[in-house]
């Protein structure tokens, strides 16, 4: 999967966020580590919301923007 990120310069060296998923932030010193972190925290996101979805019923719809 593919997501966009939003890189914000910071005095320790670089915030990172990701505007499909909310809540979802890391940061890095530089912005190749800030990068690397997004990654593993988008990972861990992911997993948090399909351990809330455990058990439920799932659907997919489709939108256009």
């Known amino acids: ?3 966009r990120i939003a890189l914000h310069p ?3 060296g670089f915030a990172v966020s990701v505007p499909g998923l909310p809540g979802c932030w890391s940061q890095g010193a530089t912005e190749a ?3 690397e ?3 593993e925290a988008i990972h861990d996101y ?3 919301v399909e351990a809330q979805l ?3 019923q799932v659907r997919e ?3 256009t923007v």
Do not use: F, H, P, T
């Open 54 to 56: 455990d058990g439920a």
């Open 33 to 35: 580590e800030a990068i």
């Open 10 to 12: 910071s005095d320790e």
């Open 1 to 3: 999967m593919r997501y």
């Open 37 to 39: 972190n997004i990654r």
């Open 61 to 63: 719809v489709d939108v």
């Open 46 to 48: 992911l997993q948090a």
